[in-house]
């Protein structure tokens, strides 16, 4: 009997050391957090040449990790663009929008390095053709520098629209038809 209680007393202090062992320090995971910045103001109506429209539901967001306040995610603009051919005889292919961060001075604000430059593309085929009168919605979310996170540093955003204009008519056709007998 003393065999198997010596046995059991290995076995269970291996268990104890192995599990012991295994479980060790455990990592907390840091928490990231989204940060918003509210865009002052978050609508604002848009014309050039024959489009007008409106961005609505601008913000800027970026990740952060709590506690440290390090970026995860580096900022971005984030919004819904509008856009209607106001012209009464041209269709407008919309090429490509480009985004400019405008700094108090005039100048503009430039993206770090590592970043891409913030342009609104109309990918989707058809979506970037509007006959008189159409309009089409587009999505924002683009680079944000983090220099313009700065208070009083952003003064405006300027977005560069891309459009090639092009004739559009309408014509009618009438010829002349008879119809037989039926059969």
């Known amino acids: 009997m003393s065999k198997w209680a010596g046995v059991t007393i290995v076995v269970a202090a291996v268990a104890i050391m192995t599990l012991g062992?295994?479980?060790?320090?455990?990592?907390?995971?840091?928490?990231?957090e989204d940060k918003t910045y509210a865009v002052t103001p978050a609508s604002v109506t848009v014309k050039a040449g024959i489009i007008t429209g409106a961005v609505t539901e601008l913000k800027v967001m970026e990740r952060v990790e709590q506690g440290s306040n390090r970026v995860?995610?580096?900022?971005?603009?984030?919004?819904?663009?509008?856009?209607?051919?106001?012209s009464a005889n041209q269709t407008v292919r919309l090429v490509a929008g480009k985004i400019l961060y405008i700094d108090a001075q005039g100048q503009p604000i430039k993206l770090e390095d590592s970043r891409t430059e913030p342009v609104v593309k109309f990918a989707t085929y058809g979506s970037e053709r509007l006959d008189p009168?159409?309009?089409?919605?587009?999505?924002?979310?683009?680079?944000?520098?983090?220099?313009?996170l700065k208070a009083k540093k952003l003064k405006e955003i300027r977005l560069e629209l891309a459009y090639i204009p092009s004739p559009y008519r309408e014509e009618s056709i009438n010829f002349t038809v008879s119809i037989g007998a039926g059969k």
């Open 72 to 86: 995860v995610s580096p900022a971005k603009l984030s919004g819904t663009l509008r856009l209607k051919n106001t």
């Open 133 to 148: 009168g159409q309009d089409a919605t587009q999505s924002l979310d683009v680079e944000f520098p983090a220099e313009a």
């Open 21 to 32: 062992c295994a479980q060790g320090p455990s990592a907390t995971a840091a928490v990231v």
